[in-house]
């Protein structure tokens, strides 16, 4: 199975920019659907956004619509958020999550994935 380490979180300004990295090992990344979740405190995990196995699709939440970008690099196993105009409502903790097979109906439900990270925490200052 594959394992997930996320980092860059940190503390940013609004409307600033953050990169968030999600590294794997063990089995090969390219064989799984990946996406960002985060948690605020006091709230549900929600879904952030997603990438299909070999970048055929991107999938965001209306929150971050145009603002956040997702990309894969299968060769070096890594996956990025890069987060533009940040909002401090964006303030949570970003967790990298991995599955083996989705379908776009469930791709952003948390339940989907069987693989996440520890966490990294993005602070927004307002």
């Known amino acids: 199975q594959v394992q997930l380490v996320e980092s860059g979180g940190g503390l940013v300004p609004a409307g600033g920019s953050l990169g968030l990295s999600c590294a794997s090992s063990?089995?090969?990344?390219?064989?799984?659907?990946v996406a960002w979740f985060r948690q605020a405190p006091g709230k549900e995990r929600e879904f952030v956004a997603a990438i299909r196995k070999y970048g055929g699709g991107t999938y965001y939440a209306d929150s971050v619509k145009n603002r956040f970008t997702i990309y894969r690099d299968n060769a070096k196993g890594t996956l990025t958020l890069q987060m533009n105009s940040l909002k401090s409502e964006d303030t949570a903790v970003y967790y990298c999550?991995?599955?083996?097979?989705?379908?776009?109906?469930?791709?952003?439900?948390?339940?989907?994935?069987?693989?996440w990270g520890q966490g990294t925490q993005v602070t927004v200052s307002s």
């Open positions: 063990g089995r090969s990344f390219s064989s799984y659907d």
């Open positions: 999550a991995a599955s083996s097979s989705t379908i776009t109906s469930t791709i952003g439900r948390w339940e989907s994935y069987a693989h």
